[in-house]
């Protein structure tokens, strides 16, 4: 059964950076396009960037030129640098294939202070 697990969330004053990784179990991580995705408190669930198979990307406006989005597929991982951290991006961090997306895992809670 494939699993995806999130980790490297914190603390963070606003200004700073973090870098989010993605782990994956299973052979199928390097045939799959996959999004990080956030949910704020009292919020719906949001796509924050998206990388595919081929290393093409994609941002949400709200993170373009701050959040990079990566992957290393002979790691099973893919990556996120938040940089220029700001309070409106405290959330809980995902991840997920994009086309088949699997069961959601616990996330990483990111909290950034003002």
């Known amino acids: 059964q494939v699993r995806l697990v999130e980790s490297g969330g914190g603390l963070v004053q606003a200004g700073g950076s973090l870098t989010l990784s993605c782990a994956a179990s299973?052979?199928?991580?390097?045939?799959?396009?996959i999004g990080w995705y956030r949910q704020a408190p009292g919020k719906q669930r949001e796509v924050v960037a998206l990388?595919?198979?081929?290393?093409?990307?994609n941002y949400a406006d709200s993170v373009k030129g701050r959040f990079l989005i990566s992957r290393d597929n002979a790691k099973n991982t893919a990556y996120l640098r938040m940089n220029i951290l700001k309070p409106e991006d405290t959330a809980v961090y995902y991840c997920?294939?994009?086309?088949?997306?699997?069961?959601w895992g616990q996330g990483t809670q990111v909290t950034v202070s003002s």
């Open positions: 990388i595919g198979t081929t290393g093409t990307t």
């Open positions: 299973g052979d199928t991580f390097s045939v799959n396009a």
């Open positions: 997920n294939f994009l086309t088949s997306p699997i069961a």
